[in-house]
């Protein structure tokens, strides 16, 4: 006994000699002593077995580092770094932990977040990377990385994307062909490049469509050449590519911009009966084009036929006219067209009374001009300093001193201030009717009125304009 004492605790000898009591009573002595010895030394080897694999995985536990974590939470975490060369690293770091194996998310989020911050090479890295070991790559990654080199200045590496995903064993797409197509031809010199991507693309087994011909034609009406631009408009109808509202658009202000506004307006028929409802900038295009080539007759008999065609002529619409009468001295006929606006479910806007108001001055037709700045006061809408000044100085060099400072009072009891030339020509007109008067009476005159530190110096106008008016009254009756 005192030898187990030495390899068992107290509490083992214990359990030992409450199991084998059975055994001592029914075996013979040294038979049940040699088997309790077997038994023991058995119990031993396993419980120590079990102790020093124990002791060996804590050790292993205790030296491991800790790991980074799932791919799904490494994504994350570099998703949220705002500094891209952190994130780059920690790509770095989950990429050599053993078994580790990044997901195409992961790819996705730190190659936009390099090419956003131009770290070019390292986003290139890492795209040689995603090929080498064959992910499954979405399209969305390329018009990102195309979007990324249009973004950046730089037309040749956006260019070279294009080849690059076809080293991915990839077929670009129409989408990612326009992305490159507007991109080049944003560059003036890298208009023949995107012109002869153009025209290859089929070749790769990307088919242009309505906006890729309306990119390049837009790119080359622009460019002042407009027989490429017309050569691509007819190709279109030869590969039954069908053009939009945007294509005709494109070409009319081709059209326009180089004089031939008779070829937009026969072109704006040709839409029509195809069954193309113009927009709305389509018809500006043309208004604004017949207004400055003269042509104001068509211009208002398209204005007139707007509505009937489908579109209901806008503000713009109407102020393009009015300014091309005006400009062209037909101000009466701009009344014609202001006056009938509101049966047509346009009202004239601030832009409509001031281009009309400043047309009626620049020929002479004062009384006009002063009846629409009333008008137009009366709607809450206050006419130009330069425009007031026109219609008082007018008046002013007919003599019509009365009806200046009419005018000059009602801007002043609509609250807006006169300009000092104003004052200057109608104070010069009073003194110039009556040479006796000197100005310091005029002006005692004035401040005999009771005037407070917080006197607003439109009001102080307001009385000047006032005295003004009395005076003149006053000497109209002496004459």
Known sequence: MRMLSLHFSSKDLLSIVMCSSTWLSKAEPLSAWYNL??????????QYRKRRQADEEHKRNKNQRPSIGSPARVQKLIASQSDPLLAKEIF????????????????????????????FSLMQSILSSLKSQHYSVRPSLFSHIIQVYGDAGLPDRALKTFYTILEFNMKPLPKHLNL????????????????????????????????????LMRAFCLNADLSIAYTLFNQMFKREISPNIESYRILMQG???KSQVNTAVDLLEDMLNKGFVPDALS???????LCRKKKFKEAYKLLCRMKVKGCNPDIVHYNTVILGFCREGRAADACKILEDMPSNGCLPNLVSYRTLVGGLSN???????????????????????SVVHAVVKGFCNLSKIEEACGVAGSILKHGEPLHTDTWEEIVSRILEWDAAEKIGNILEEIT???????????EVGARLGEYLMNRIKSKSRKG
Do not use: W
């Not at 018809?283 to 084009?289: A, V």
């Not at 005999?448 to 439109?458: F, G, N, S």
């Open 255 to 257: 059209l326009c911009r």
């Open 448 to 458: 005999r009125a009771e005037l407070k530190p917080e006197t607003r110096i439109v």
């Open 180 to 215: 490159i197509l507007e991109i080049l031809v944003t560059h003036r010199n890298f208009l023949r490049p995107a012109f002869d991507l153009f025209r290859s693309a089929h070749t790769y087994g990307v088919l242009a469509n309505t906006e890729s011909y309306n990119i």
């Open 363 to 385: 020929q002479g037709m004062y009384d006009e001009a002063r009846s629409y700045m009333v008008e137009m006061m009366s709607k809450g809408f206050s006419p130009h300093f």
């Open 283 to 289: 018809y500006s295009t043309l208004l604004n084009s």
């Open 92 to 119: 770095d770091l989950a990429s050599r932990e053993p078994n580790f194996q990044h997901s195409y998310a992961t790819f996705h989020t730190l190659i936009l977040k390099l090419g956003r911050s131009r770290q």
């Open 37 to 46: 010895k077997c038994h023991c030394h058995t119990q031993q080897s396993e």
